[in-house]
């Protein structure tokens, strides 16, 4: 019935455009920090986020990993804000709804600050598909420099990630360590994604297994903020989905058919 009620948002979708392809095979697009022009000001924003952060009273969300926090209190973004803007530019919501093959909603924007933990890697620092669908589109913005010490997202491509999940019978949110994903693909089939701050990452997270935040000792700390496009199916997500939707509150008169579907029209 759902698939039914979702008929304005194909719709919508076969009116959409956008000069970037999220292959399909990959699973994953990496863009340069000069290909968005609200690249500077979210890094910026990040910077200040992560400068405004109290420990002791965190925002509220379910990341609480020692190596991974959310810096970002969501009640402080407004429509003008730049990692906002960034996630309803029209050539965004294109790309990413043609690849999911519906509109999504936005779900979460978070801002995660990464630093070394003594300790052997965990949780999301193994290889894993997220559970939260069997396809979905988060964006990772670099607002630090990363290179290899840096605990970069890695991801394998989704094509790799099937022969993965079928040789190990995988269940999702199940975590593999890399021993066991070099026995099925050889070693070095992983992708790190480096680059300067402003370098922007689109990853299906269900269909890619992927890692990161494996800080070394003598590594700055990672900066990074996320965005995260969930389709209406999504298995986190309520059958009310749209009414509680925590952008909602951005919709208005002016918005394009997407941006409206998008913040939960």
Do not use: W
Not at 63 to 92: C, G, P, Q
Not at 123 to 134: E, F, I, N, P, T
Not at 152 to 173: E, F, G, I, K, M
Request: hydrophobic share 40%; with cysteine.
């Amino acid at each position: 019935m759902q698939f039914v009620r979702d008929a304005r948002r194909r719709a919508v979708l076969r009116q959409l455009s956008s000069p970037m392809t999220i292959p399909r095979r990959e699973g994953f697009l990496v863009l340069p920090p000069g290909a968005f022009a609200e690249m500077p000001a979210i890094v910026a924003d990040a910077r200040a986020a992560l400068a405004l952060y109290d420990q002791a009273a965190p925002p509220a969300g379910k990341n609480r990993k020692r190596f991974l926090l959310n810096v970002l209190d969501t009640k402080t973004l407004t429509e003008e804000s730049a990692v906002v803007r960034f996630a309803m530019r029209e050539d965004v919501l294109a790309a990413v709804s043609r690849y999911l093959g519906v509109v999504p909603f936005l779900g979460t924007i978070s801002v995660f600050h990464s630093d070394t933990v003594d300790a052997a890697p965990t949780s999301s620092q193994l290889h894993h598909c997220d559970g939260d669908d069997v396809t979905q589109i988060k964006v990772f913005i670099y607002c630090s420099d990363v290179d290899e010490r840096s605990g970069p997202l890695t991801v394998l491509s989704a094509a790799n990630s099937d022969r993965v999940r079928r040789s190990t019978a995988y269940q999702y949110r199940q975590r593999l360590t890399d021993q066991q994903v070099n026995d099925i693909l050889g070693a070095g089939r992983e992708v790190p994604i480096l680059g300067p701050a402003g370098t922007a990452v689109f990853v299906d997270t269900s269909r890619c297994f992927h890692f990161g935040s494996r800080v070394a000792a003598d590594a700055p700390p990672r900066l990074v903020t996320m965005i995260q496009y969930q389709t209406p199916y999504s298995f986190m997500l309520p059958t009310s989905a749209q009414a509680s939707l925590p952008f909602r509150r951005f919709l208005r008169d002016g918005l394009s058919p997407v941006q409206q579907l998008v913040l939960g029209a």
